[in-house]
Every structure is written in structure tokens, then in C-alpha cells.
């Protein structure tokens, strides 16, 4: 079973088609990269898979069932977890409690891994999340929901702000993951991070898909272009 | 024509009805006169004000007042305008305070204008000795010269036609264009140089002046006012009347009081639940036909009207010149620092732009180039640093105050005024530079163009599409006439966001032609943020990368390309 | 102490928690939803209508309340799913619609029992003794009562996981959606409850003023005013702000009488509505 494929899929913000049939897949265990410029459609491609944004063509499919017009909170039951790139965490409340929302007693014991990766993390859990720092409160997003342990994760933009040892070992996370089956779409700025986590990348141009292929067969140069000025 | 059809037959109406609908109607026009201005707020300007019986009230007590200090005298029909003057002047003065404030004119407005007409009930219940307390001021003489409920009725007759042909004018004027751009996009009109507040303090004002000359009639018509005149049952009686009517259109209001309230009065005893039948179908109303009964009528009248006009030639009239402006000078950006809710967007940022010639921005997310724009425009407030023309320093000015100046702007999302015309959509750009406030009152300004606009309609046939609503274009189409908005204005510094956004390739070269064409037809400064390269290739003669909320690198296409720090940037570093 | 004194302060205290009732139920939708519910005080009417069928009933005075329950909480749901719902996000809309529910209901009252002013008997008649200081029974079980309820609801809101899901719908509502939270039944279970509130209030002051059709204005006018001077959707701004105003309502009344206590409040309230319309806490 795909943990999620997307086929043919438009969308955007009112009148305007900001993602143009686009479709991809990814198989449990992979890794698929979502590159390219920022304002070609990235995000709006993975608010179209998590239901935030209706789809006006195309199929998205996750956990072998069609999402169809699917609400973001029915959706994550077929299996999938988000990382939002903007408002990643509840800032009005504490560290602490941003974690303990999806565990069902309450207790932070689940998160021990993410603390001996993170330590900042655990020195922070009293502080209001809101008071983080950018790069904090992405590796708050993160640690949840890689913590949520679904079948597919979402990332969008994970590594926006976060320190390079961090960026590291969230890539040595995701790996680990990746070993244990769990699908990934991660929507990434940063090629280093990209290239220690990848199987597949899309490369995206205004909406549309301009290369998609496994690392094996895209090299650095071939995303370069597309990314730099 | 139409008001003077309207004269007639109200004049004429009571041959029809006999003498108890005469005397109903008399009162009720009083009223339909306070809802036009209602109307003209809510559907026109686009708030709400909830205590219009206030202004209503207050000009009832003045009137009734001078009434019985002076009975018979003649003079009094020169008090009786000052009285409803009062009335405006106190609205006039209510908007200009509350309006520039934080709270706007969203829902607070709204609360506020309801707490003051409480604060008027209170006063109006208290004061024995000038409103005659809870029973008010009984035994107020008629008008002289007006003595029996058929001339009362003329008079109130002659006053709500009076009050409807006023509106209609303000309506047609470039004034009310003004009012129903604020109410779609107040952020746009400011963006043009017009400040926003004070068109609606004005709108406020002339619904206070209505509703003040029905307070001061009321008086001598009615012989008694009490402070249910200003109560706040009376204001909601409004409120439902002008929705019920319709709010968006001159007639709907006056329609909806007729209806609705003197239908009221009797239907009241006869029919049971009327009342609530009536308060039913306001709600469904607001839920379901914000165009209210008038609405069933418009497709009707607006088909007539079209019909009418189409056989009348409309000349345009060539816009004047530019009047005020600042010399074609650098724009400099000074150690500007800009930070909302403690994170800086813009670190010292320090940047110039050529008086002359496109430059382009570019950036990752976040690095800060549309917030630059709103610094320049006023619109984002700089904690340290400068913005300047030339030696001309315009930091922290209000957004209108710089448009003023000569800058141009298209925003990110196309944002024309979807509900306006195409012509009145570029009229309004050229009023923004060309019109004196009270060019505002002359319809013909609608007919304005220039010959910048007849250039580009040459280019685009849809811009001729005078009459047509603006809502009806396709997402190319808008994004192309906000940018003929942009260049009407014929600034001295045009700023595009994003020009190009959601255009397709064909769309995008005919526009890149369009800003190149420009930029040398006005010899202005052009300064786009852009993120397709292939785009800032053809049209940048300068390049500035931003990062951080600050100056990466600057040059032309070739040196960026060939610059190691901005390749970092867009590829993502490992430190 | 000087029995007068203790009578005013429980007086002041009356005031303040009663208004704090009627205030938390329009605090709650209006914080968590944005809905600026004019018809909040048309809920504390239906309340207080109820206390009055019920005494006429000749039954028990408690049963007032799971009736009031059942009949706000009904008409809150059908509300929220008919009126508020197709209306989220856009206030100005929203805050026309309540208005106008609010005369349908006002009207609805007036149809089924009239204009006129209806008295329902007062429960535990009597007075106690407190400080050396006569004073009635009911408003003193109404003052702990309240100061009970509220006490709970914050309590609950702020420690217990069902208010910690609640707190973080209400901040990031998209991040919460990605998290499985259902958005939609909160606000739904969210307006109900501000309804109830509203209802529980209007049973709980039905014996002490005349009850008709057009008792809830003056409330929600005032509960307005609480939200105007403390702030949205703050805990704190809630209890400021109903000390602020319900003090200054009840001092002012102790002093000077209630016409000029009514005065100052409005006078205030739009002060702050137009300086300071985020309220006390705001920065700015």
C-alpha cells in the first residue's frame, strides 16, 4: 500500500491555479523532496494533500484510500502527519503541553529520544512555546510530529532557521525513521539537508513539475539550476 | 428625473390613499429620510453605525426647542437646517475621532455609536429642565404657514425628495465611487492618497445631516418629543428597515421604511407574529439577499438605465496633470529596522534605488521585500532608521500622505475593486493625482482618461469594457488592470509586486513589454520584487538581493549570478 | 463593622458576580469564536422566562435550571449550526445576524407573554445575618454560587486536558485540524455552552427583577462593556474587567443612584471602546 499518492492534482487561492497538475507518490520507507524557488507552489501543493486547500482536478490518495474533499482532521485518521511551515506550534502554550497535547496521559516519557537529540528542547518546557526562536520551534514541530508515529509524514520546510548540527540530526531522525517504514513528503529550501534524506526529488517551477526522478538519477547540478538565480 | 417622478407622485399620492395614510406617510418619509442616510453608510461606505436615531433625536430636541421659543415666527425655517447642521457636525466630528483610531469602523464603530445614542436616551430622560425629562417636551407649535396634516405631509414629502436627490448625486459622484471603493478595500483607496477616514467621517456626516433634518421636521409635525426619539428601539426599527429595503441601493432604504414600517403600524393588531415574522425575514434577509426587497427590482431598472444612458454619448475628458509631486530623485532606505511582536523583519536594512530604471528585488521567503514596500508606503512603522526622496524624509509618514507624494503601487494578489466598473476602477487612479476635493462632487470626473490609459487599452481591448465589473475579469485580467491603475496614477516611483503572479507565459512577456514601455514613457523609478528569473533577466537593469531583512548583494543580472554568498542563500548552507 | 457598610459591600459584590455570569458566557464566545453575539442577553431573557414558567407552574424553583439548560442550550445549537456557522470570520456580518436574532427573539417573548413586567417569587425568602448585617438569603447563595461556577470553569479551562485541547483549537485552529482536532464541534459545543451560561444567569436574577422581554439588553450592553474595558479572551481580562464595571455600576449606585451609575459606565465604556478598544491589557 502507498502511504500517499497525489495524481494530477490543481489548486490554489481563489481564482488563481498555483499548482498545476502535479502528480508523485511515495512508498513507505522513501523519502520524497519537494524543491524549488520559494512561491512556485510548494506549500500549496501540501495543503492540497492535507485538505486545507480543495483540489479543482486530480486525486490525492492516503493510506491506499481517496481523500477526496476529506477535512485536515479527518484525514490525518487515513495516516498522515503535518509540520506546518508557518504558526509550526501552539505558542500561547507552554513547551511542555505543545507535546503533551497528543499523548493520551498526559506524560512526556514517549519523547526521551527526541530530548537526548534536541536537549534544548527539554530546558525549554516550561517556556510558553511563542517564545522560541524560529529555528526552537521548528525542532518542537518536528519532535511532535515524528512523535505521532503515522505511517506518512509531512514536513514543510523542517529545517527553516534550525542550527546545522540540529538540521544533522534531524536527518539522522528521519533515516531512523525511514529504516522503520515511515513515508515522507518533505518540502525543503535547504539542498544540503535534502541530499542527506532524499530518495526522490520533485523539482517544482511555477506550479508545475520540471523534473521528478530517484537521487540516483538527479544529481546536485540538475537542482541547482533550478534553484539559483 | 427619476427624483422628480418620485416629487409627483408622492405629491400626488394622497388623492389615493385618503386622510389616514396621508398622515402615516408624512411620519414615515421623516423616517425613510434617516434610512437613506443609514443606507449610505452601510451599503455605500461599508460600517455600521447602530444609534442613528441619536442624530434624529438630538436635531428633534433643538428643533422643538427654538419651536417654542419662537412660535410663528418665520425665522424658523432658517433654524431648522442649523438644528439638522448640528446633527452633522456632531457625526462629522464622531468619525474623525473614531474612525482613525484602532478600532476603525469594524464592529466597534458600530458599539460605539450604540453606547452614545444610550448615553443621548439617558441624557434626554434626565435633563428635566431642557428636554422635559422622561416625558419629553410636549405642545411644540406647527411651522408657521404649514397648518394641517396634508401640508405637513407635502413638507415631509418635499424633504425626503430632497434627500434622495442629494444622495443620488453623492452617489454618482466620484465621492460615492470613493465611499463603495473604502467599503471593498479601504487599504487600496489609502494607496491611492485619499485618507480613508476622513471620506467616512464625511459619509457619517451626511447620514447625521439626514437624519437630523427628518429630527427637526419631526418636532412640529408630530407636536411632541419624548426620548424614545433617540432610543434605541428606534435604531433597530432602522437598522431593519434599511436591510429589509435593501442598503446597497438609493431606494431600498426608503422602500424598506414604507414597507416595512408603516405597514408595521398596522399589520401590528391584524396579523399575529407580524413582528416576528418581520425580524424572521430581516435575518433571512442578512443571511441570504444583502440586496434586500430592492433587489428583486434592480435587474429591471438597471436594464432601463443602461438602455437610457447607451443613447447618450459618454466623451471622455482627458484627466489634468499630475499637480503635486517631488522631482525624479534617488529613494534611499537608511538603517531601517522594522520589527512586529519582537521579531525584526527588517535588520538595518540600508538600500538605494536609482531615480531612474527598473531594479528588481529578490529574495528567499522571508527576506523582507514586500515588508519594504509597506515601509516606504507608510504602511509598516520603522523603529530606527530613514526613508527618503532625495533629501525629502517621508518615514512614518500615513500611507496617503506618501501616495501623495508620487508613488505608485500594485499589490501582491490583484485587490481592483471587484464591485466597481472597469472605467471607475481606473478613475479612480487618475482622480488620485489629478482631482481637488471638491472635484469629487462632479460626476463628469467619472469620464475622465488620459492618454496612458488609451495606450494600454490599445494593448488591452477588455480595459475598454467600460461598464463592466471588475469582478467578472479573469485573474490575468485584474492582475493587468491593477497594473494600469498603478501606471494611471503616472508615479514618479512605481512599486510592482509580483507583477507577473499566476500569469502564463504568453500573458507575462505582453506585461514585462508593458512595465519596459512605461518605465520609459513616464522616465520614472521602477522597483519590482519578482521571483521568476527569467523574467528579472528581461526587464532589470539593477538587482538587489535581500536576506535576513537585509542587503545581500546588489548589481546587475550577471554579477548576482556569478556572486557565491546569493547562490548560498538559495541552495541552503551547512552552517 | 457598620451593618450599612456590609450591606453595600455585598451589594457591590452582588453586582459584580451576577455581571461576571452574564459577562463569562459572551467572554466565551466571543474569545474562542470571534463572534460578537448580540443576542447574548436575549439567552439570559429565555433564562430568566423560564424561572418565570416554572414558578407560575407552581413547581419548584430548581427545575428552572435543567429547564433554562434545555431551551438555551436547544436554541444556542440551532443557532450556532444555522445562523453563526455560514458566518465565521466575518464579524460585521455576524454581529448584524445576532442583532437581528436578537429582536426575533425579543419579539417571540413579547408574542407568547407580552410587554408587561412579570414577577417570579423569590426561593430561600428570608435573610441571613452576616457581619452584624441583615441580608436576603438568595443573593447571597446567588453570590457563592456564581463565584463557584466561575471558579470551576477557569479551573477547568486551565489544568484540565479537555481546556488544554480547547486552548490550543482557539490559538492555532489550522495546526489543530493537522493534529485531528475537531474545530468545528468545539465551536459548536463552545457557542452551546456560552448559551447556557447565559440561560443559568437569567434563571439566577429572575427572582430579583421584573422579568420581560426586554431584560437582556441592558446585560449584554454591560457584558459588552466588561469584554470592551478587560480585553478578549483573556481570564484576567474577564475579572477586570467586570470589576471595573460592575464596580463602578454598583458604587456609583450605592452613591449617587442608578441613573448616574449607568451614566458613568456608558461614559467609560465608550471612552475605552475608542482609546482603548483592546482593552486595559493591551500594549499600544
Not at chain 2, 434617516?34 to 452601510?42: I, K, N, R, S, T
Not at chain 2, 452614545?116 to 439617558?122: I, P, R
Not at chain 3, 466565551?28 to 447574548?40: E, P, Q, S, W
Request: charge should be neutral; proline fraction near 5%.
Amino acid at each position: 500500500m502507498i502511504p500517499i499518492s497525489f495524481n494530477t492534482v490543481s489548486g490554489g487561492y481563489g481564482s488563481l491555479n498555483v499548482v498545476q497538475d502535479l502528480s508523485g507518490e511515495v512508498e513507505a520507507g522513501k523519502v520524497l523532496c519537494v524543491v524549488g524557488r520559494n512561491g512556485v507552489g510548494k506549500s500549496t501543493l501540501l495543503k492540497l494533500l492535507l485538505g486545507y486547500l480543495p483540489c479543482r482536478s486530480g486525486e490525492v490518495t492516503i493510506g491506499g484510500r481517496k481523500a477526496g474533499s476529506m477535512a485536515p482532521e479527518a484525514r490525518r485518521g487515513l495516516g498522515i502527519s503535518y509540520c506546518p511551515q508557518e504558526r509550526p506550534v501552539f505558542d500561547d502554550l507552554s513547551v511542555s503541553d505543545n507535546l503533551a497535547l497528543m499523548v493520551k496521559d498526559g506524560r512526556l516519557d514517549g519523547y526521551r529520544r527526541f530530548f537526548d537529540l534536541f536537549p534544548v528542547l527539554e530546558k525549554r518546557l516550561a517556556q510558553r512555546a511563542g517564545t522560541l526562536s524560529g529555528g526552537e520551534k521548528k525542532l518542537l514541530s518536528f519532535t511532535r510530529g515524528l512523535a505521532e508515529h503515522q505511517p506518512a509524514v509531512v514536513l514543510d520546510e523542517p529545517t527553516e532557521g534550525v542550527q546545522w548540527e540540529n538540521i544533522q540530526r534531524m536527518a539522522e531522525m528521519i533515516n531512523g525513521r525511514k529504516a522503520g517504514g515511515t513515508a515522507f513528503i518533505v518540502v525543503e529550501q535547504n539542498l544540503s539537508f535534502a541530499e542527506l534524506i532524499a530518495d526522490h526529488y520533485l523539482v517544482m517551477d511555477h506550479g508545475r513539475c520540471v523534473l521528478i526522478g530517484s537521487c540516483a538519477e538527479i544529481g546536485r547540478a540538475d537542482i541547482v539550476k533550478h534553484l539559483t538565480v | 428625473m427619476a427624483n422628480l417622478a418620485t416629487l409627483i407622485a408622492l405629491l400626488v399620492l394622497p388623492f389615493a390613499v385618503g386622510d389616514y395614510w396621508t398622515y402615516q406617510l408624512g411620519l414615515y418619509y421623516l423616517y425613510a429620510m434617516v434610512a437613506v442616510g443609514l443606507g449610505l453608510c452601510w451599503g455605500q461606505a461599508g460600517f455600521l453605525p447602530l444609534g442613528q436615531a441619536m442624530f434624529f433625536g438630538i436635531s428633534a430636541y433643538l428643533s422643538a426647542i427654538l419651536l417654542k421659543a419662537m412660535p410663528g415666527s418665520y425665522l424658523i425655517y432658517l433654524l431648522l437646517p442649523l438644528a439638522a447642521l448640528v446633527s452633522g457636525m456632531l457625526a462629522l466630528l464622531i468619525g474623525l475621532m473614531v474612525f482613525r483610531r484602532d478600532g476603525g469602523s469594524g464592529p466597534f464603530f458600530s458599539l460605539i455609536t450604540l453606547a452614545l445614542s444610550m448615553l443621548t436616551f439617558q441624557i434626554a430622560s434626565n435633563w428635566n429642565s431642557v428636554t422635559g425629562g422622561f416625558n419629553g417636551l410636549a405642545g411644540i407649535p406647527g411651522l408657521p404657514g404649514i397648518d394641517d396634516f396634508r401640508a405637513n405631509y407635502h413638507l415631509a414629502a418635499v424633504a425626503l425628495v430632497l434627500v434622495l436627490a442629494l444622495a443620488s448625486w453623492l452617489y454618482r459622484a466620484p465621492l460615492g465611487v470613493l465611499w463603495r471603493a473604502i467599503a471593498q478595500n479601504e487599504r487600496r483607496v489609502a494607496l491611492f492618497g485619499f485618507n480613508p477616514h476622513h471620506y467616512k467621517a464625511l459619509a457619517f456626516a451626511v447620514s447625521g445631516f439626514f437624519a437630523g433634518l427628518a429630527g427637526a421636521l419631526y418636532a412640529p409635525q408630530q407636536g411632541l418629543v419624548s426620548p424614545q426619539v433617540v432610543g434605541f428601539a428606534f435604531s433597530a426599527e432602522l437598522l431593519v428597515w434599511t436591510a429589509v429595503g435593501g442598503r446597497g441601493r438609493l431606494y431600498g432604504p426608503v422602500l424598506g421604511t414604507l414597507l416595512v414600517g408603516s405597514m408595521t403600524a398596522e399589520m401590528r393588531d391584524n396579523i399575529p407574529y407580524w413582528e416576528v415574522i418581520m425580524a424572521g425575514f430581516f435575518m433571512l434577509v442578512v443571511l441570504a439577499f444583502p440586496q434586500g426587497v430592492v433587489g428583486l427590482f434592480t435587474p429591471v431598472t438597471d436594464r432601463l438605465r443602461r438602455y437610457f444612458e447607451s443613447a447618450r454619448l459618454r466623451a471622455r475628458i482627458e484627466a489634468p496633470a499630475r499637480r503635486e509631486t517631488i522631482a525624479q530623485e534617488p529613494l534611499t532606505i537608511e538603517a531601517a529596522r522594522v520589527s512586529t511582536s519582537g521579531i525584526n523583519i527588517l535588520n538595518d536594512l540600508t538600500v538605494a534605488f536609482p531615480p531612474k530604471g527598473v531594479a528588481c528585488i529578490i529574495g528567499p521567503n522571508g527576506a523582507g521585500k514586500t515588508s519594504t514596500f509597506n515601509l516606504i508606503t507608510g504602511e509598516l512603522p520603522a523603529s530606527a532608521g530613514s526613508v527618503k526622496v532625495g533629501a525629502l524624509d517621508i518615514t512614518n509618514q500615513a500611507p496617503y500622505r506618501v501616495a501623495r507624494l508620487g508613488f505608485g503601487r500594485k499589490l501582491q494578489a490583484p485587490s481592483v475593486f471587484p464591485d466597481l466598473s472597469i472605467g471607475d476602477n481606473l478613475a479612480i487612479a487618475l482622480w488620485s493625482n489629478g482631482a481637488r476635493p471638491l472635484d469629487l462632487l462632479r460626476p463628469s470626473l467619472r469620464r475622465w482618461s488620459s492618454p496612458i490609459i488609451g495606450e494600454l487599452a490599445a494593448r488591452y481591448p477588455f480595459l475598454c469594457r467600460e461598464e463592466a465589473a471588475a469582478s467578472d475579469l479573469s485573474h490575468g485580467e485584474r492582475q493587468i488592470l491593477e497594473l494600469a491603475m498603478a501606471l494611471a496614477v503616472q508615479p514618479r516611483i512605481l512599486l510592482l509586486d509580483e507583477p507577473c503572479a499566476g500569469l502564463s507565459a504568453d500573458e507575462t512577456s505582453r506585461a514585462v513589454d508593458v512595465i519596459r514601455w512605461a518605465a520609459e514613457r513616464l522616465g520614472n523609478a521602477v522597483i519590482i520584487i519578482e521571483h521568476d528569473m527569467a523574467l528579472v533577466r528581461k526587464i532589470a537593469d539593477r538587482v538587489m538581493v535581500f536576506h535576513n531583512g537585509a542587503l545581500l548583494a546588489e548589481g546587475s543580472v550577471a554579477d548576482i549570478q556569478a556572486d557565491p554568498a546569493v547562490q548560498a542563500v538559495y541552495v541552503g548552507g551547512q552552517k | 463593622m457598620d451593618p450599612l457598610i456590609v450591606t453595600q459591600i455585598l451589594n457591590i459584590l452582588f453586582g459584580v458576580t451576577t455581571l461576571a455570569m452574564i459577562a463569562l458566557g459572551l467572554a466565551i464566545t466571543f474569545g474562542m469564536l470571534g463572534v460578537l453575539n448580540l443576542a447574548h442577553g436575549e439567552f439570559v431573557m429565555m433564562g430568566a422566562f423560564c424561572a418565570l414558567v416554572v414558578d407560575r407552574a407552581g413547581a419548584p424553583f430548581v427545575l428552572a435550571v435543567p429547564l433554562a439548560l434545555l431551551v438555551c442550550g436547544g436554541v444556542g445549537l440551532m443557532v450556532e449550526m444555522l445562523l453563526i456557522r455560514p458566518l465565521y470570520r466575518r464579524p460585521f456580518d455576524t454581529l448584524v445576524a445576532t442583532w437581528g436574532l436578537s429582536l426575533l427573539l425579543r419579539k417571540l417573548a413579547e408574542a407568547g407573554f407580552g410587554l408587561g413586567f412579570n414577577s417570579v417569587s423569590v426561593p430561600l425568602a428570608g435573610t441571613a445575618t452576616l457581619f452584624g448585617a441583615d441580608y436576603p438569603t438568595y443573593r447571597l447563595v446567588l453570590i457563592v454560587v456564581c463565584v463557584a461556577i466561575i471558579g470551576a470553569l477557569f479551573a477547568w479551562y486551565g489544568t484540565s486536558r479537555a481546556g488544554l485541547k480547547i486552548r490550543a483549537m482557539v490559538g492555532n485552529p489550522d495546526l489543530a485540524r493537522a493534529l485531528g482536532m475537531p474545530v468545528k464541534r468545539l465551536a459548536t459545543t463552545t457557542f452551546v455552552i456560552g448559551s447556557c451560561l447565559a440561560g443559568l444567569a437569567g434563571v439566577m436574577v429572575a427572582p430579583l427583577v421584573p422579568v420581560h422581554p426586554y431584560l437582556g439588553l441592558d446585560y449584554v450592553i454591560k457584558s459588552f462593556f466588561v469584554l470592551v474595558v478587560g480585553g478578549l479572551g483573556s481570564v484576567l481580562g474577564v475579572v477586570a474587567g467586570t470589576g471595573v464595571i460592575g464596580g463602578l455600576d454598583s458604587v456609583m449606585s450605592a452613591v449617587f443612584g442608578s441613573t448616574q451609575a449607568y451614566f458613568t459606565v456608558l461614559v467609560v465604556a465608550i471612552l475605552f471602546l475608542w482609546l482603548k478598544p483592546r482593552g486595559l491589557f493591551s500594549h499600544g
